[in-house]
């Protein structure tokens, strides 16, 4: 696997929470490699690896696939379109910004901005109310291509920095996605300590709830959630942050299970694999909460690539990351 490939290939896939539709359909077609059985199910991409062993417990591979965006609320009588947020959009990068509205076809804007020479230079921070897209086209063009409750995302492409970094949006969790899949192609044919499957799980933006379905569906023991946490960058909490280009974090808290986070650090060392710690003190916002309260339960734990500039269109990783991630996934699901 070409994973620089991988990774930008699923970045630049549209798919905001509740329309993952076009970057489940690539995702799908790149682990039916690994699992021929997968399918889409009520909009997740689930699949099963490896010869199914009586006796072992079934562990969960998962990432999601949505990524943040806007929803078209009205279009005014200007032609301007009104939008709400779709996740937690960081509204200070707001002005000026390139779009795609994603209806009958695509349609490109940008968010309007008030020069800097009518505000005194500066002024407060744009709410989502108040937000509008701009394409050029008059209430009646616009309206024979796009209507109320089609989603935007922000028009970026991946862009290569020094090293291994890459910047683009939608990195979050599309990283994630290329690890697992990275994972199973290091894994081959060899014989796994678990039964396994993969679910790639929408709307985790909007709280988790194709990773809820999921883990009801599979019904998994453990559950490994493969997502991003925060990397450093000047003005940070270092002690709150993990570090581009040392590893995966892995994640202990009250709501995951220390047996798992103390197998994930012992399959790192065991491996030489470089890992961080990442300590949280109580829920961890991510798809493990989910899989940790399913049905009876499951021994969830996070496995977190991390990432700067977290909801925006400039997200950036280090690939390095992401191959460490896949790496420490398979050295855990590896028989012995």
Avoid: W
């Amino acid at each position: 696997m070409d994973i620089k490939k991988t990774v930008i290939a699923l970045a630049e896939a549209g798919g905001a929470s509740g329309s993952e539709e076009c970057a489940a359909e690539l995702a799908l077609s790149m682990l039916r490699e690994y699992c021929p059985d997968a399918e889409i199910i009520n909009g997740n991409v689930i699949g099963h690896f490896g010869a199914h062993k009586e006796g072992l417990p079934l562990l969960v591979l998962d990432a999601h696939i949505d990524q943040i965006g806007f929803v078209v609320t009205y279009i005014t009588d200007e032609g301007f379109v009104k939008v709400g947020n779709i996740g937690g959009i960081d509204r200070r990068l707001l002005p000026a910004q390139p779009v795609v509205i994603h209806g009958k076809r695509d349609i490109k804007g940008v968010i309007c901005s008030v020069p800097p020479h009518l505000t005194n230079g500066g002024s407060e921070v744009l709410e989502i109310e108040d937000a509008a897209i701009d394409t050029g086209m008059t209430k009646a063009e616009l309206e024979e291509v796009i209507g109320a409750g089609d989603s935007i995302t922000f028009d970026v492409k991946c862009r290569d920095l020094i090293g291994r970094r890459i910047t683009g949006g939608a990195l979050d969790d599309r990283c994630g996605v290329a690890s697992i899949l990275y994972a199973l192609e290091l894994l081959g044919d060899k014989p796994l300590a678990y039964n396994a499957a993969v679910i790639f799980s929408t709307q985790e933006e909007v709280g988790e709830r194709g990773a809820k379905i999921g883990a009801f569906e599979v019904d998994p023991d453990i559950a490994l959630a493969v997502d991003v946490s925060f990397a450093y960058a000047i003005g940070e909490d270092e002690s709150k942050c993990g570090y581009l280009g040392k590893g995966p974090m892995i994640g202990v808290s009250p709501s995951l299970s220390r047996e798992i986070s103390d197998k994930l650090f012992t399959a790192a060392k065991n491996a030489d694999i470089p890992c961080q710690t990442e300590v949280m003190s109580g829920l961890t916002s991510t798809n493990a909460d989910r899989y940790s309260v399913n049905r009876c339960g499951a021994k969830a734990c996070t496995v977190s690539i991390p990432l700067r500039n977290m909801h925006t269109p400039v997200e950036v990783i280090d690939l390095e990351d992401v191959e460490l991630t896949a790496k420490l996934l398979a050295e855990f699901i590896r028989e012995g």
